[in-house]
């Protein structure tokens, strides 16, 4: 059974930074592609970013968001900076068993519960 697990969520000002983890649990991590999203209240869930052997960024956080990941601790992180009130959003980790960093919903098998990221102004 996989499980994943989110942490570093919090209430930031606006241009500061937050680092999200992500352990798995259950899954071949180093062959999995790893995603984070976001959803804001009353908005559908959207993409992110996402990592394998490459990586992939939504256009609205490229050059701010960083996602990486360490096979050894199975965890995937997304340091973000330059933060605005724009990102509050719940953010969740999402992962696949194949190693492709697609940008959709409905290509990730597992999700975690989600963490809270609010941005103030």
């Known amino acids: 059974q996989v499980h994943l697990v989110e942490s570093g969520g919090g209430l930031v000002q606006a241009g500061g930074s937050l680092r999200l983890s992500c352990e798995a649990a259950?899954?071949?991590?180093?062959?999995?592609?790893m995603a984070w999203f976001r959803q804001a209240p009353g908005k559908e869930r959207d993409f992110v970013a996402a990592?394998?052997?490459?990586?992939n960024y939504a256009d609205s956080v490229k050059g701010r968001f960083t996602i990486s990941r360490d096979n050894a601790k199975n965890t995937v992180y997304l340091q973000m900076n330059s933060l605005k009130p724009e990102d509050t959003a719940v953010y969740y980790c999402?992962?696949?068993?194949?190693?492709?960093?697609?940008?959709?919903?409905?290509?990730?098998?597992?999700w975690g519960q989600g963490t809270q990221v609010t941005v103030s102004s």
């Open positions: 999402a992962a696949r068993p194949t190693p492709y960093t697609p940008s959709f919903v409905r290509d990730y098998n597992y």
């Open positions: 259950g899954l071949t991590f180093d062959r999995a592609g």
């Open positions: 990592a394998s052997w490459t990586t």
